[in-house]
C-alpha cells in the first residue's frame, strides 16, 4: 500500500471513533466560514450528518480501488447538482475538512498527514466537478412531476403514478430520490415499480415511515394534481444485458417496486421470470391484484406470494430461505435479483448462495426505501 492511503485511513480512524462529534464540528465550520451554505442543506441536519459521514467512509475505504472510487465519486458528482452544489463551493468544504482532520486527529496530524489528504480531497473534487459538467450537458439537475394518480392502499401505504415535465432516463431496478413542496431541500430515495412507458409515467411505492418527513408526505399529504421534484435515476441492479438465463426476483415490503419493474422488462424480453413476493401476511400483499393482472398477461411469469407468518390462499407459508428448494430445482441457474427490508435481502443472498447460485449473479441494492 502507498503511504498516502495509509496516511489517509490513519486519520480517517480518529475521526471514525467519534463520527457525531466530528460531523457536527465539520458542518460548524462550514457553516461559520460560510453562511450561505446553511441555504444548500435540510431545516434538520441529523440525517444530513449521516449521509456525509457515509459518504466519506465510502471515499477513505475506497482508496485501493481506484475504478470503485471514481465510479462511487461521479455519482456523488451527479447527484450533488440538485443540491445546488457550485465548483466554487469545494474549497470550504476542503478547508471545514481539514480543520476537523487537524483538530481530530492532533496526534497523528504532520505535514505528510495534511499533503495526503489535500491530494485526495482534491482528486476527488475533480472527479466530481468534472461528472457535474458533462451531467449538466445532457439532463436537468431535476425534473418537476406531476401526480397523475394517488391511491392509498393502506394507512402508511400509497403508490404514486408520476408525469415528469420531460423525459426521465431510466432502466427497470433504479431508484429516484424526491422531494416534496412540504420539506424543502430532504430528498428521499424510491426505487421505480415500472419499466419505462411510451407515456413516460413513473410510479412508485411509498411506505410512511415512523418520523419519516418524505415519505409522510408522500402517503398521506399529497394527492392528484400536486408536483414533486424529481432526482436523476440511479442504481446498478439492472438485468444483464448479455444473460438470458431465467430471472428469480424477490421483493418484500416495497422492495417489491424495483422487481415488479424488472418483470415488466424481462416479459417483453421473453425470459422465465419466478417473481415471490414476501410478506408476513395476506395484507402485505398490497400489490396483488396489479400482479396476477402482470401474469396474466405474460405467459412466462410466476407470480408466487410467500407469507411468513399467516396462511393464505395461493401463498406458500414460510420465509423465503424456507421455500426456495422446493420452489425451484435448478436455483443456481438463475438469475438473482432481490429487495426489501435489509435482514430479508441478508437473508435471501446467503441462501441463495447455499444453493448453488453464484455471488456474481446475485443482485441486491440495500437501498433502505426512502423516510
Known amino acids: 500500500m502507498s503511504p498516502e492511503p495509509r496516511v489517509v485511513k490513519e486519520c480517517f480512524a480518529r475521526l ?74 469545494y474549497p470550504a468544504v476542503e478547508a471545514a475538512l481539514t480543520a476537523t482532520l487537524r483538530a481530530y486527529a492532533a496526534d497523528i496530524w504532520t505535514a505528510e498527514a495534511e499533503g495526503a489528504w489535500l491530494a485526495a480531497y482534491r482528486s476527488a473534487a475533480d472527479t466530481m466537478i468534472r461528472a457535474a459538467a458533462d451531467d449538466a450537458a445532457d439532463a436537468p439537475p431535476w425534473w418537476v412531476a406531476e401526480v397523475v394518480e394517488h391511491d392509498r392502499r393502506a394507512p ?12 426521465l432516463p431510466f432502466a427497470p431496478g433504479q431508484h429516484v430520490t424526491v422531494q416534496t413542496a412540504r420539506w424543502p431541500r430532504v ?22 415511515r ?11 399529504h ?31 415490503g ?21 417473481l415471490l413476493v414476501a410478506a408476513r ?6 400489490d396483488l391484484p396489479e400482479l396476477r393482472r402482470l401474469e396474466s398477461a405474460c405467459p412466462r411469469l410466476r407470480v408466487v406470494p410467500v407469507l411468513s407468518r399467516a396462511q393464505g390462499p ?40 447455499r444453493l448453488g447460485t453464484p455471488l456474481t449473479r446475485i443482485h441486491h441494492d440495500l437501498l433502505t426505501a426512502g423516510d
Request: glycine share 12%; charged share 20%; proline share 8%.
Open 254 to 274: 416495497t422492495g417489491l417496486a424495483p422487481m415488479k419493474a424488472l418483470a415488466e422488462q424481462a416479459a417483453d424480453l421473453d425470459r422465465d421470470v419466478d
Open 16 to 89: 471514525e471513533a467519534d463520527p457525531a462529534g466530528a460531523t457536527s464540528y465539520f458542518y460548524g465550520r462550514l457553516f461559520a466560514s460560510q453562511p450561505r451554505l446553511r441555504a444548500l442543506f435540510p431545516p434538520a441536519m441529523g440525517g444530513q450528518h449521516d449521509r456525509f459521514f457515509h459518504a466519506l467512509t465510502q471515499i477513505v475505504w475506497s482508496q485501493d480501488n481506484p475504478e470503485e472510487l471514481a465510479g462511487h465519486l461521479r455519482r456523488l458528482g451527479r447527484g450533488h447538482r440538485k443540491y445546488g452544489v457550485l465548483q466554487e463551493h
Open 314 to 353: 395461493g401463498a406458500l407459508t414460510g420465509r423465503i430461505p424456507d421455500v426456495l428448494p422446493g420452489l425451484l430445482a435448478d436455483v443456481g441457474d438463475h438469475d438473482a435479483y432481490v429487495a426489501g427490508p435489509v435482514p430479508l435481502v441478508r437473508r435471501t443472498v446467503a441462501a441463495l448462495q
Open 187 to 208: 430528498w428521499r430515495p424510491y426505487s421505480i415499480a415500472n419499466a419505462p412507458r411510451p407515456d413516460g409515467m413513473l410510479r412508485l411505492h411509498v411506505r410512511a
Open 156 to 167: 402508511d401505504l400509497a403508490t404514486l403514478t408520476l408525469r415528469p415535465e420531460r423525459p
Open 222 to 252: 399529497t394527492g392528484q394534481g400536486d408536483t414533486v421534484l424529481l432526482g436523476p435515476a440511479e442504481g446498478a441492479m439492472t438485468l444483464d444485458p448479455g444473460s438470458d438465463r431465467s430471472l428469480l426476483l424477490v421483493g418484500g
Open 281 to 286: 401476511h395476506a395484507t402485505g400483499l398490497y
Open 210 to 220: 415512523p418520523g419519516g418527513w418524505v415519505s409522510g408526505a408522500l402517503v398521506r
